[in-house]
Nanobody, 123 residues
Framework: VQLQASGGGLVQPGNSLTLSCVAS????????VGWFRQAPGKEREGISC???????NYADSVQGRFTISRDNVKNTVHLQMSSLKPEDTAIYYC??????????????????WGQGTLVTVSS
C-alpha cells in the first residue's frame, strides 16, 4: 500500500487543522492506520491510530483535542486537530500495518509510510 499525507500548514494557536492520509494500491480496510509526528531534534512519536474495527487510540498529549477517523470508501484516514498548541509543531506522518485487531502507537510496529506533511503552530 502507498500512503500520501496532506493537509499540513501554518495555523495559529487555538485553531484547527485536518490532515488526510490517502491510500493507493490496496484497500485500507485491512490495515490499522496511525498518525505520528516528529519535531526537530526529537524521535518520531505515535499520537493516534485506528484499527480495522474502528477502535481508536490516542497519546495523552493529544487526547481530547485530536480525532482520528477512517473513510473506507475513499480509502482515507483523517486526523482532525483542534486547540492546537505551539508544541504540536512537527512533521506529521501516517503509517499502516496489516493486523486483525487493535492498533499500536509505536512507530516500530508500522511497515508502510507516507511522506510527511509539516504542521506549524505559531502566532
Amino acid at each position: 500500500v502507498q500512503l500520501q499525507a496532506s493537509g499540513g500548514g501554518l495555523v495559529q494557536p487555538g485553531n484547527s487543522l485536518t490532515l488526510s492520509c490517502v491510500a493507493s494500491g490496496s484497500s485500507l480496510e485491512i490495515y490499522a492506520v496511525g498518525w505520528f509526528r516528529q519535531a526537530p531534534g526529537k524521535e518520531r512519536e505515535g499520537i493516534s491510530c485506528i484499527s480495522r474495527g474502528v477502535v481508536t487510540n490516542y497519546a495523552d498529549s493529544v487526547q481530547g483535542r485530536f480525532t482520528i477517523s477512517r473513510d473506507n470508501v475513499k480509502n482515507t484516514v483523517h486526523l482532525q486537530m483542534s486547540s492546537l498548541k505551539p508544541e504540536d509543531t512537527a512533521i506529521y506522518y501516517c503509517g499502516a500495518v496489516r493486523r486483525h485487531y487493535g492498533c499500536p502507537l509505536g512507530p516500530e510496529m508500522y511497515d508502510n509510510w507516507g511522506q510527511g506533511t509539516l504542521v506549524t503552530v505559531s502566532s
